[in-house]
């Protein structure tokens, strides 16, 4: 007998007309987890189910599917794109945050697990019929704002926001979403609040508060791609939040809620701008399901 035929394609996988969705995941696979990915069994479902327009558990179910030459050009360039460190949630154009996805661009900070608790903290400390206005400082993506109205049919809700790219994903995610009727967007520096005095019962806000000195321990992937203006503060990174709790000292009516998040190590001196600022009352932590001191919650005297 004759040996095989051992054409080119023997020594870059199957034929590339026979490449099935299963071969593409374990290929892009071992193809990020070489680059460093996070996650990148992950990553790979994720991409496939962009790409053919399926959920994880179609793509589940399609794995002997086989793909077509203009699926698997397209999942190669994303899964390049990927293993050069582009964030999956820019690739994506989204980002899932409380279990509804949000548009994400270079302009807006990607949401984080992390926000949820800020979510579910004031979900959990707020009567859930009583109708409400809340001021979202430094909005982002919207991601906290939206997520309070869909969440409370009765609140209503500012998002204030200094980039104005930003403030427009806000507002896009406010209407796709389906909250915009209950949602005012406004571009404003959430250092100088354009309300007037105790106008909100609950203030949010997730503001920049990385210091330019801890530079050397952020993630690379984020300060290539992520907005530094979402990301750094002034002032040893506390310039955001002090100037949320003296804001919020102002607009919260008396018993109003001030909810912040701050890095891990950075609690104490939120707790103490609350302290001295004499106009909160029950200041406490809230920590995460990692136990990591990130939120602190306040009510106004
Ligand atoms: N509030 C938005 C978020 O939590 C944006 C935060 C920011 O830009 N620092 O994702």
Same mark, same amino acid.
């Given at each position: 007998p004759s040996p095989p035929r051992r054409g080119a394609d023997a020594c870059h996988g199957p034929p590339r007309h026979d490449v099935r969705l299963k071969d593409y995941e374990r290929d892009a696979a071992r193809r990020l987890t070489e680059a460093g990915v996070d996650s990148p069994r992950l990553c790979a479902q994720l991409l496939a189910g962009h790409v053919l327009g399926m959920d994880r558990l179609h793509c589940v179910l399609a794995a002997e599917r086989k793909l077509t030459p203009a699926e698997l050009h397209d999942l190669e360039i994303l899964t390049a794109r990927r293993a050069t460190g582009e964030p999956l949630a820019h690739i994506l154009g989204a980002r899932e945050f409380f279990g509804r996805s949000f548009l994400v661009t270079l302009h807006t900070l990607i949401p984080r697990p992390e926000t949820e608790l800020l979510v579910e903290t004031a979900l959990e400390l707020l009567p859930a019929r009583h109708p409400l206005l809340f001021a979202d400082l +430094?909005? +982002? /993506?919207g991601c906290i704002g939206v997520t309070l109205c869909l969440e409370r049919p009765q609140w209503r809700g500012l998002l204030l926001e200094l980039s104005a790219p930003a403030l427009d994903v806000a507002r896009e995610n406010a209407v796709r979403l389906g909250a915009a009727a209950r949602l005012k967007a406004l571009r404003a520096d959430m250092r100088a609040v354009p309300l007037r005095a105790a106008a909100c019962d609950l203030v949010v806000s997730n503001p920049?508060?990385? =210091?330019?000195?801890e530079r050397g321990e952020v993630m690379d992937e984020v300060l290539r791609f992520e907005p530094h203006s979402a990301l750094f503060s002034p002032q040893n990174g506390l310039a955001h939040l002090r100037a949320a709790v003296s804001q919020a000292a102002r607009i919260l009516r008396s018993g109003g809620l001030l909810l912040l998040e701050h890095g891990a190590r950075q609690g104490p001196a939120v707790r103490e701008f609350l302290s001295s600022a /004499? =106009?909160?009352? +029950?200041i406490a932590a809230r920590r995460d399901l =990692? +136990?990591?001191?990130?939120c602190t919650l306040a009510r106004k005297v």
């Open positions: +430094g909005s +982002g /993506s920049p508060y990385i =210091a330019e000195a /004499s =106009a909160f009352t +029950g =990692a +136990g990591l001191d990130r």
